[in-house]
């Protein structure tokens, strides 16, 4: 299947500082990304989709100055949590999809970030 | 909105034995996929198996099959045979048709006992 790599597989940051977590396909364009967010014993909780040139959608709740999603390529999505707070620490996954023939493939998923502020 | 219900928080087996994780979910749209995706302690999440909503017939992978009752909205996931490797997190998940994103269930903790 298709390859998606997700860096960094795990970080530590201070509170108040941003840090960013990277979203690449290896072997297909992704038209569309997906984040999701999961607590420790909890459930995947989208928080954006991502379509490559196109500003990101947000689900509601999600805020999105503090959630940057940058697609500028139709490999690499970017997630950016700005002034990160204790809160805000979790496990950050990214899921990609093709459109070929006009059909869309299944996502395939990235390996996640735990993120972690201190 | 669709909703995904796990009602299984947590489920055991015993190796070599078959076990049924239980999924319902809520739609009322025609056209979807449903899914039972594994994610084993590296978090990494795996696609077990995936069923059209329009296929009557219920889809198989190896020693993975699942049981749709679309009438009832229900997709349960049978494990045959099970293995020490079975043992995960197993999240039932829906997308309706299009480029949509996928809503998953609260998960089912399956422990595999030797």
């Known amino acids: 299947g298709a390859v998606v790599s997700q860096h960094p597989s795990w970080v530590i940051c201070k509170s108040g500082t941003s840090v960013k977590i990277e979203c690449r396909s290896l072997?297909?364009?992704?038209?569309?990304m997906f984040w999701y967010r999961q607590f420790p014993k909890q459930s995947l909780m989208l928080m954006a989709t991502?379509?490559?040139?196109?500003?990101?959608?947000?689900e509601q709740g999600v805020e999105k100055d503090k959630f940057l999603i940058n697609h500028a390529s139709l490999t690499l999505s970017t997630l950016t949590v700005t002034s990160a707070h204790p809160e805000d620490s979790s496990f950050y996954i990214c899921?990609?999809?093709?459109?070929?023939?006009?059909?869309?493939?299944?996502?395939?998923f990235g390996q996640g970030t735990r993120l972690t502020v201190v | 909105a669709q909703t995904v219900t796990q009602s299984q928080p947590e489920m055991s087996v015993q190796e070599a034995e078959t076990v049924t994780l239980s999924c319902t979910y809520d739609?009322?749209?025609?056209?979807?996929?449903l899914f039972w995706y594994k994610q084993p302690p590296s978090r990494q999440m795996i696609l077990v198996i995936r069923?059209?909503?329009?296929?009557?017939q219920n889809a198989t992978e190896n020693r993975f099959s699942v049981n749709f009752q679309k009438a009832a909205k229900s997709f349960s996931l049978k494990i045959s045979d099970s293995q020490l490797g079975d043992a995960a997190m197993y999240f039932c998940?829906?997308?309706?048709?299009?480029?949509?994103?996928?809503?998953f269930g609260k998960g089912t903790r399956l422990s595999v006992i030797a």
């Open positions: 899921s990609a999809r093709d459109r070929t023939g006009g059909i869309y493939t299944e996502a395939f």
């Open positions: 739609t009322s749209e025609s056209d979807y996929y």
């Open positions: 998940a829906y997308r309706r048709g299009g480029n949509t994103p996928l809503v």
């Open positions: 069923q059209e909503a329009y296929k009557q």
């Open positions: 072997d297909f364009q992704a038209t569309t």
């Open positions: 991502s379509n490559e040139g196109s500003k990101a959608t947000y």
